[in-house]
Structure formats: C-alpha cells, structure tokens
C-alpha cells in the first residue's frame, strides 16, 4: 500500500491541502557504512529549525493588551511581572533562576502568542510603535568518535584554561601546517585534558579534536553525511532538540523576532501566503495562526507553504504529513481558513511555480538556519545561495525573515576557522551550563547528539562535503542588498520584551539591536544568533 492509499494527503510539490471550517472556536549514532543515508542540508543539523519548533499543543487565543502593561494578562500567563529587576522569577512561576527550563513551555507559547496579536491589533489613531520608530558522534551515543572510554570516564580534573586553548591550537597548527609526528604528539597530551564532563572548553576541545583527528583521516565527510535513521532514534533525537530549544533562548527568541516581524508586516492583510523554506514540524507558525485567528475583524485567509528537504523525515520521524495534521487541527479549533501545500524538495531546488504565487495575497518568506546550508559561489560556480535570494526578490515579498548563527565559518582559513569555532562553541556550551549541571546525563546527549557533528564538520570537511557555512550579519546584509531587499527593521516592542524574557534565564544573555534594526542574541561579549527582515 503506497502513502497515497495510506494518508488522506499526499504532500508533494504539485498537490495540496486547503481547510476551512465555520465551526465555533474551542539516539542519532555517528556510522562509518557509506551505504546509510546522506545528511547534508538536512534537519539532523542540531541548530536547524527542527531544534527550534516549540513542542507544545496549541492554547487558546489571548486578549491584545501589552505584555508591557503591569496588568497585562501577558504577566498572568508568564507567571512573573515585567516590573521586577531583571533576573527575577515570582513564586507562582514555580522556578528558582539557574534552574532547568526557566520559562514553562506553555508560558512561553502563550508569551509568543501575546506578542503577535498585539502586533496585529487595528491601527491607533497614536501608533506607538509606528514604522519610523522602529530603529534602535560517535559509534557509540556515549563516547567522542574514536575516544577511548578513559576519555570520559577518567575523573575529570579542571584545568586551566589558557592551557587546553593552547594545546587545541597548537593541535590544529601543527596539522595544517603538515607537521604529523608534532600532532599526534599534541593529540595525545590535549586528549588527556579534555572530557565531555568538564567545563565549557574541555567539553568543545574534545569534540574539535576529534574533528581534528577526522581531518587528518580525511573521514568527517562520512562523520557527518552517513548517519543511522532508524524510528526510534529519530524520537531520541527529537528530543534532543528540545531539550536544547529550551535551554538554549537565543534560538527561541530569533524565532520570536522572526514571527513579530510577520505579524507586524501582515497585521492589515485579509489574504496571507507564508513560504517557510525549513518547515520541520511548523510549529513556528502556531502562535502566530491563533493571532490571525483572534482578530477582531475576522481571521484572513492563510495559506502555508512548506519546504522540507526529502530526509528530514527520518527527524521528524514522518513526512510531511505530520504537519499537514497539525494545521488542520488548529484551523477547525480556532475557525480559521487554512491551506497547506508541503515541497519536500532541497530549498536550492525551490522554483517560482512550486510556489504558487497567487494576485491578492500578502507573502512572507522566512528562513530560519537554513541558507548556511545552501551552498554559495565558493562550492558552486552557480551560487545556489544568492540565486535563491534574487528568485525569492523576484516574487515580491511583503517580508522575509531570517535567522542565522552569527559564526563566521564560510571561507576564512582553516585556522582562523578553527578558532571561530572553538570561541563560539565555548560561549554556547558555557550558556547550557546555566540550566543543566555537569554531570547532567541530558546536557552530554544534547551537546552529544547535537552539536557535535556540526562542530566536526566545521572542522574536518572541505569543498562540498563541508555544508555547515556560517556567515555574519553583514555579510547576509551584502547578499541581501546585493539582490534587490532592503532592511525591514523588527519590532522594536517584541525586542523589549524578548529583552526582559532573557534577564529571566540569565543575566549573561544580551540583545544588541544594529542600526538597521536587526538583533544580535549572544551570551556575555560573544553574539550567536542573528534575527533579521527585508523587504
């Protein structure tokens, strides 16, 4: 029985699935068989938007007052007031700061929720936040690749810090500099100073050596490409991704960004055509559907394009089928028109007439950490990333939003590339460190299963076969102007509050909003994530 006799939908690129209802509202293992499935641009990536979908059901609609207003329901809901200082929770949140999943997730959602509809209220006489004000793995789950079990097991002794970043690089200078018998020599002494249990740095030094070691085997490419998918690993690592959606805010609140630009540019719209090219569960989408859904007016006429490439199945654990289920549940329970067309096609592969453009309807195109995986002009002599940016200006979006790591690992050199990383990674890892302890079984699978592969792929891959090319705000500004978009800056009243939901995680995270009224999320002096829009 094939999947069309099997699901009621068959998603693919030429087929779709259209409700409206008047009812009243209610372990991924690393593996060296080069026969198993290819990764590349694929949702197995830990920072993809598959860790980032909120996995929660959808919460019934909320009123439109300000998450600011000291009696805004947005402070029920949330279970603490904007007007304490920074960094503290009420009892009724049920957290202590520092401890695991600060924010509920439903908390969390219905905060999200608020700020869209408030962003799509009608139009005051006094708009407050008018468009001129806005400026401002392994063989085995448990061990690193290669790593014998005295790598992690062995008591783990702090070591000073300036040594294992000098060890690490003194490791990567020697071998790209040819120097084996010195690597080797080095690879053992770092070996016994890093651990997947220790602090920050020793935790990334293990995994960047093992890229290292990968390198000079010439075997990352089959690390991060050849992966074994089965169900019940597809589910482990779902939840994998939780865990780090959820300790990890940064990546929440860049999506948060994303969506308030949406809501904000849609707000008066009665027909909305939202291309999402990395759907995953879309669940990105549900507190904003409930938005669009309270109006005052009557909910628009939405329709929901998503582009998934053909493996990221095996993540999710179904095609796309699942998100097909999950937008025709929310359109009967909050009575809103809703139509989903599922392309399970590469995002590079994405023509105009895939996507149905149709006369009448407003479109936003949102690219959450998927254009460091297109390939650019220094892999492809057809820059598959900027001709993807020129078709998507050639629609003529209302908005289009992106959110990116803000790593700068496309085409520096290898060392400088090496000490991109290492920085980056140790600024992320020292961040989990706020709500999952050391010796946390979950905070090893996560940064395990995760990140790890990412982190080897950076390092030990080269041409095609490396995929994870990370670019910094400005160069995304380059490419961006380059084909036709101009900055759209993001709400400057979602900025304020995501602001005051981070001092509730740690007062270490920072949001920096640039002149062009982008955001930068980072933790203490290093940025990570970027969020902006263009029109």
Known sequence: MDSHQLLKHRLTPDSSVSYSHTTSLPNSVWSNNPGKLTYSNSPYSPLSSETLSIGYSPGEATSSHSPLEPNSPFNQLTGYSFNRPAGTISAQSGYELGSPYVISPQNMHHALQEIETVLMAPDLETEPNSRESKRSRTQSPEYPLGAPVSFVTRPVKQEPLHLVKQLLTGCAEALNEGRIDKFKMLEQETRNMVSITGDPVQRVGAYLLEGLVARHENSGTNIYHTLKCS?????????????????????????????????????????IHIVDFQIAQGTQWVTLIQALAARPGGPPHVRITGIDDPVSKFARGEGLQVVSKMLKE????????????????????????????RPGEALAVNFTLLLHHTPDESVDVNNPRDRLLRMVRSLSPKVVTIVEQESNTNTTLFLNRFMETLDYYSAMFESIDVTLPRESKERINVEQHCLAKDIVNVIACEGKGRVERHELLGKWKSRLTMAGFKPYPLSTYVNSVIRKLLACYSE???LVETMEGAMLLGWKNRSLISASAWH
């Open 231 to 271: 169900e019940p690993e597809s589910k482990e690592l779902l939840s994998y991704m939780r865990i780090l959606y959820d300790i990890c805010p940064y990546f929440k609140f860049g999506y948060m960004a994303a969506n308030g630009a949406i809501a904000e540019a849609v707000r008066n719209e009665d027909r």
């Open 330 to 357: 929310m359109s009967k329970k909050f009575n809103i028109p809703l139509e989903f067309t599922g392309l399970p096609v590469y995002a590079s592969e994405v023509t105009p007439d895939m996507l149905d453009i």
């Open 508 to 510: 270490k995270y920072t």
